[in-house]
């Protein structure tokens, strides 16, 4: 019975604490976060209202306060008494707003730039009750800037349309095949992609979207790549837009590569501005940014721009060019590379001399292609070597970039691969005969050939193939048959080749010599045929021809 009695009394103690919490959340405010960029030395206002949203049973609220305190950036704080607030309300009866409260945050001239958040805190009672006071904090960001910035981002203030930027996001694609730094940390010259994506959360379609984007430097007040406006776009209510953007730290730069210092200060801006429902009078603008790094090492040379030929032949020779850039702030002395691939028997030192901090050197070699070299894609790889020559390092990451060259279309084949010809039909002067050739492939892979006939225009007229192109299997056998046209004023002992083809290459020349006679009966010899069988055809037909006439004589 006891243990019963306890359980119910928990139960109570639980329920009561139960209804004193969701009496302590009688607060909604109206908004309950605010940002803005403010400019050193000015000052941002806004306004919320305070809704008591108890239920019927709910007392009224009282004795309001709101307490203020410091904003945060790192080590620096904008003290809260720089935030002002108008407050003259004590009480708001239940389901009821309150009249507008104004808060403005003043920015000091000596203010450093950068982000600072806090929040102010608005409590009250409740009438007559004895449960814990009511509470609630509207977030506050100011985004404190420097007074390069101020002239574009500061005059963005009012967003009637809701606009909002929902993503900031980087990817890192590096330096030709290197990528040094990370997404949000760049070394220069390091190709960097943007996704921005703009969000429309209000109840109206905003049209004429304008969206710009630059990179500040928030130590020394300065653009390093100053704000760029992309294609207009409109968005409609509760949908959005994804934009892609792409660029670099280098010579395009709005200040000098040698003036960047580095470090965390650099600020990748966003501003989206435009018009509501089409009204040209309502303007509405949004603007974010995602703080980046760019890195900048004393002793850094790196490989970049490398290009070699679409394709390269066996036992030629080609151009490696590009340049070799020195992204650090240093000079460097007696900069090399070397270039290697031990397939190709590339092994080459270059002396490139001194580099100036963020100069360059052309790379411009000449690099031979063994005879013997396999159809393939090789990769050659470049590194960049110090005066102690050691490859430069970042990160534990050498300074090594690949290049890819494709070997094709005129490398050796097999040399046993090889073509067997035979007659097939009698050689006879004015008249056509017919030669059969047999292909074999001797390689260790599948191969097609083009054959083709040649050196016969001086004692025939044509000379036509049945099959001019041919694809054997390895240790594959195939029968082409070739027809020539003789003329009538040759004879003798006469010869034409049947060219064997890889590509637009000719890999083999293979002589057939045939006997050609003037009129009627003739021998013939292909490719060291022997005649004994014709031969003997012969003596038996004089044999019987012999006969013939002795039986003849006798019976006279």
């Known amino acids: ?102 808060v403005t945050v003043s920015v000091p001239s000596s203010q450093s730039a950068g982000l600072y958040v806090g929040n102010i805190m608005v409590s009250g009672d409740h009438e007559g009750s ?50 040094f730094g990370e997404d949000d940390k760049w070394l220069p010259y390091e190709n960097i992609e943007a996704v921005i994506k703009v969000e429309n959360n209000g109840g109206d379609d905003i049209e004429n979207i304008e969206l710009k984007w630059g990179i500040y430097d928030a130590d020394s007040n300065k653009w390093v790549i100053e704000l760029d406006e992309e294609d207009e776009f409109d968005i409609n209510e509760d949908k959005d837009e994804e934009l892609t953007i792409s660029f670099s730290i280098d010579d395009d730069l709005d200040v000098d590569l040698e003036d960047l210092n580095g470090g965390t200060n650099f600020r990748f801006y966003v501003i989206a501005s435009g ?37 390269v032949n066996c036992g030629s020779t080609f151009e490696l060019a590009g340049d070799i850039l020195n992204i650090g702030k240093d000079e460097q002395k007696d900069v090399s590379i070397n270039v290697y691939n031990q397939d190709l028997g590339i092994d080459e030192d270059i002396n490139l001399g001194d580099i100036d901090a963020f100069d360059n050197a052309k790379l411009n070699i000449l690099l031979n292609v063994p005879e013997n070299a396999e159809d393939k894609v090789y990769t050659l790889e470049v590194s960049v070597l110090d005066n102690s ?60 050939f083009t054959l083709n006939p040649t050196g016969y225009t001086d004692w025939a007229t044509s000379a036509k193939i049945n099959q001019t192109s041919v694809t054997l299997k390895a240790g594959e056998s195939k029968d082409v048959l070739v027809t020539l046209a003789t003329k009538k004023s040759v004879s003798g002992e006469k010869t034409f080749n049947v060219d064997l083809l890889v590509g637009d290459q000719v890999v083999m020349e293979q002589p057939i010599t045939v006997k050609l006679a003037k009129s009627g009966f003739s021998l013939t010899d292909v490719q060291g045929s022997n005649q004994t069988l014709i031969m003997a055809l012969v003596t038996l037909i004089l044999i019987v021809a012999i006969i013939t006439v002795a039986v003849r004589v006798s019976r006279k």
């Open 389 to 448: 020559n050691e490859i430069y390092e970042y990160d534990n990451e050498e300074s090594t970039a690949l290049v890819d060259i494709t070997v094709s279309g005129m490398c050796k084949i097999d040399a046993n691969t090889k073509i067997d010809a035979s007659l097939v039909s009698g050689v006879k002067a004015g008249e056509e005969f017919v030669v059969k050739t047999t292909l074999k492939n001797n390689g260790k892979k599948t191969m097609t």
């Open 275 to 311: 018009d509501v429902d089409n009204s040209s009078e309502l303007k509405t603008c949004v603007t974010d940014y995602k703080s980046v790094e760019i890195i900048i090492e004393d002793d850094f040379v790196i490989a970049n721009n490398l290009a070699v030929p679409e394709s």
């Open 1 to 102: 019975m006891k243990n019963k009695q306890f359980t119910l009394l928990a139960f109570g103690i639980l329920a009561s604490l139960f209804l004193i919490g969701m009496t302590s959340a009688a607060i909604t405010l109206y908004p309950d976060s605010y940002s803005a960029n403010a400019a050193q030395g000015n000052s941002v206002s806004f306004t919320f209202k305070i809704y008591n949203d108890g239920t019927s049973s709910d007392y009224n609220l009282t004795n309001l306060g709101l307490t203020k305190y410091n904003l945060i950036n790192g080590s620096n704080i904008l003290p809260s008494s720089n935030i002002a607030l108008t407050h003259s309300i004590t009480k708001i009866l239940n389901k009821t707003n309150s009249s507008d409260i104004t």
């Open 130 to 179: 004895t449960g814990s006071p009511a509470s609630r904090n509207i977030s506050l960001s100011i985004n404190v800037i420097g007074p390069e910035e101020s002239e574009e981002i500061s005059s963005c203030t009012s967003n009637p349309g809701e606009l909002k930027i929902k993503k900031i996001e980087f990817t890192n694609n590096g330096i030709s095949s290197n990528t």
